[in-house]
């Protein structure tokens, strides 16, 4: 039951378009763990659905049987709950089709894009101004975008609504280094954690 005006909650792990070491677009391969965590992490902060996004065939059946597994067959005889948290997951070939998909389940309003990135160049929102945008109950629904290789590319960047800023520790320049390249399933937790987590607790 949906008590708040948030807007219905989406989120995209992309496998393209991506770019690789070299800065080239690519396709990434599929990991079981992320499909796995991606899905838990979704289905416990309320998030209306989750797409893996591929256009590789083969890439695309791998994940459907991961689903299938879980939601129909012996996984989800033997963990009922693991078939809960994949109820909503769905694998699709391109960004362009998770938005339509998006569109055509919430009444035909376009979802408007928001980027993660471990980088800051371009105009970020801050978490919190983000969450307060989505408890206001004014925005369309929201398709959150994570990235797998060396990152969303900038046009898909560009093209977001919203980008978010990038999680750091706390203090000055955030270390000597300023490393802050996280796996893509703790970012997903986190950011879904700042956004929608309970902050009385
Ligand atoms: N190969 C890596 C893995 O094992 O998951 C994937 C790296 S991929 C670039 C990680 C994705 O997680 C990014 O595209 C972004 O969506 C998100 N991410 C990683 N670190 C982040 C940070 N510090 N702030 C915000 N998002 C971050």
């Known amino acids: 039951l949906n008590t708040s005006n948030k807007p ?12 690789n070491k070299n800065r080239e677009i690519v396709a990434t391969a599929v990991t079981n763990i992320d499909v796995h965590d991606i899905a838990r992490s979704s289905r ?8 893996y996004v591929t256009p590789i065939e083969s890439q695309q059946v791998l994940v459907s049987e991961i689903l299938k597994h879980w ?6 005889k033997y963990n009922p709950v693991r078939a809960e948290a994949f109820a909503n997951a769905r694998v699709i070939a391109s960004l362009e089709l ?25 105009q970020v929102s801050t978490y919190e101004s983000y969450r307060e945008q989505l408890t206001a109950g004014e925005l369309p629904p929201q398709l959150l975008l994570f990235g797998t ?4 590319t900038q046009e898909v960047l560009q093209r977001a609504n919203i980008r978010l800023a990038p ?3 706390a203090g000055e320049g955030a270390g000597q280094s300023g490393y802050n390249h996280l796996s893509v399933r703790s970012a997903v937790a986190i950011v879904l954690d700042r956004l929608l987590g309970n902050r009385a607790e």
């Open 71 to 76: 939601t129909t067959g012996p996984g989800a």
């Open 98 to 122: 998770a938005s339509q998909a998006v569109q055509e389940q919430e009444n035909g309003q376009k979802p408007q894009w928001v980027a993660t990135s471990a980088q800051a160049d371009g």
């Open 149 to 152: 290789g060396w990152g969303i």
């Open 44 to 51: 416990t902060y309320g998030l209306a659905g989750v797409f």
């Open 167 to 169: 999680i750091k520790r």
């Open 8 to 19: 219905a909650i989406y989120l995209a792990l992309l496998h393209h378009p991506v770019y």
